[in-house]
């Protein structure tokens, strides 16, 4: 049970009494100007400890002679202890006392309560005393019920993040994105982008969405550990979708990719259908829709490139003509609905063929054994008819008449045939061109 403190005060009485008497009976016959009055050589350093550390105050002291030190803590004018004894039933308080000229009080595991001044006593008369003070440094810790959950606002309202912290030094709040973005602060109509705002309270107005996320309140007053609060903000609006390509060719059993980009939050329901419902005023055909499923035909996928930000797939594996047509992807969530449509239309690789060209068989008669040579002649395709007005030089006929240069034989005989004018009878040119037939049919013979 500790000792109260008038009953310490009785003590400390008594033993200055016991000295005064002592003092005066040794003395006897002297001068007291000879005798040395005690003092401290040098006074008690403050100290800064964190709690939970070891605190230790030195006190100095110069002819003491006979005399007696004390510690007391001034806050309550609690004696903790006389001479190199502790008085009180406290396991943390310890003295030391060294060469006789230094007294130190110890305290072990140092509580915020141990904060304060304290005084060495020396029990001459008048009593000499001096102070020592220890200041305990806290880390900080952040108060949770003074301090925003996660936070929700609709788009383009005002939102409020705010963070307790207790410690000493009172510590200062630092607010910071999580992911490391710079943070968008409204300032007089524009937009501020910093690293980091300083104070227990983060306005913000007129929130977009680029500012949803994590924010991290952090609380630091120079005695570690520093410690910090997630705070996420969410923002919600109605669901928007990009297409990148609307208009999207594929080629016959190959896979097509069609994608979307979808920004809703909350998070938006996805899916994506095939069809489209009929227009009015309108000849263009139209299929029934039909929602797609995952599986062997289609390959449906959806990946989060933020809080509030995705990119839909849908993979049509194996494509063939069945697959065209308009394919929609849709967002749909509380606040609203979007789609985005893609048409896909079928790319034809062009092929080419090769035409057999016509051709005439030769035959040359030979020796027995009899053996027969084929030469092959491509007959090339005639050019365009072209009506261009040239002018060609003539050249005199020999049968009495004019020809264009270049003009065929069949062309010249059968036209003289036709000419009144002309002097080679027709008959003649008959017998001619029969003249010619068989020959080559006895050569055909042969």
């Known amino acids: 049970m500790e000792i109260s403190k008038s009953v310490l005060g009785i003590i400390w009485i008594f033993f200055s ?30 100290i800064t400890v964190p709690v ?15 005399y007696k030190v004390g510690w007391m803590r001034v806050s309550d004018q609690t004696v903790l202890a006389l001479q190199g004894r502790v008085v009180t039933h406290n396991a943390r308080y310890s003295v030391i006392h060294e060469d006789m000229r230094t007294w130190r009080l110890k305290i072990r595991q140092l509580r915020e309560s141990d904060r304060g001044c304290y005084m060495c006593q020396i029990n001459a008369s008048p009593m000499k005393k001096q102070l020592g003070c220890i200041d305990v440094y806290v880390p900080p810790d952040i108060n949770d019920e003074e301090s925003s959950s996660d936070v929700t606002a609709r788009e383009g309202e005002d939102a409020t993040l705010y963070c307790s912290a207790n410690g000493h030094p009172s510590p200062r709040i630092t607010w910071r994105r999580e992911d490391g973005a710079p943070l968008l602060i409204r300032r007089n109509e524009t937009i501020a982008r910093v690293d980091s705002y300083y104070g227990s309270l983060l306005n913000l107005s007129n929130v977009e969405r680029r500012q949803m ?14 410690v910090s609060k997630r705070v996420f903000l969410n923002i919600h609006f109605a669901p928007q979708i990009v297409t990148p390509r609307s208009l999207f060719g594929g080629l016959a059993e190959s896979d097509v990719v069609l994608e979307c980009m979808v920004q809703a939050s909350p998070i938006s329901v996805n899916y994506w259908i095939k069809g489209s419902a009929p227009k009015r005023n309108s000849y263009e055909t139209f299929t029934r829709p ?15 490139l933020s809080p509030y930000e995705f ?15 308009i394919y929609t992807c849709i967002s749909t969530n509380s606040l609203g609905r979007a789609n985005g449509t893609i048409r896909i239309y079928e790319i034809k690789i062009p092929t ?30 005639p050019p365009p008819e072209t009506f261009t007005e040239t002018t060609t030089p003539v050249h ?24 009144s004018g002309g002097s080679t009878p027709m008959w003649v040119v008959h017998c001619v061109v029969a003249a010619v037939m068989l020959q080559a049919l006895l050569i055909a013979i042969r």
């Open 396 to 419: 005199e006929d020999p049968y009495g008449g004019h020809a264009e240069a270049n003009q065929p034989l069949h062309d010249i005989m059968y036209s003289r045939g036709g000419d």
């Open 290 to 304: 039909e929602m797609l499923l995952d599986g062997k035909k289609h390959h449906i996928s959806e990946e989060k």
């Open 17 to 46: 009494a016991i000295r005064t008497i002592n003092g005066n009976t040794g003395l006897a016959g002297l001068n007291v100007d000879q005798v040395p009055e005690p003092d401290f050589t040098e006074p008690i350093e403050n």
């Open 52 to 66: 939970g550390r070891e605190a230790i105050l030195s006190c100095s002291v110069q002819n003491l002679g006979g």
């Open 311 to 325: 990119r839909l797939k849908l993979v049509v594996r194996n494509f063939s003509r069945s697959d065209l047509g």
């Open 352 to 381: 080419t063929t090769t035409t057999p060209m016509p051709t005439t068989t030769t035959q040359k008669p030979t020796s027995t054994p009899r053996t027969t040579t084929t030469s092959t002649t491509a007959i090339p395709t």
């Open 213 to 226: 996320g994590a924010y991290l309140c952090i609380a630091a007053n120079d005695v570690p550990p520093a």
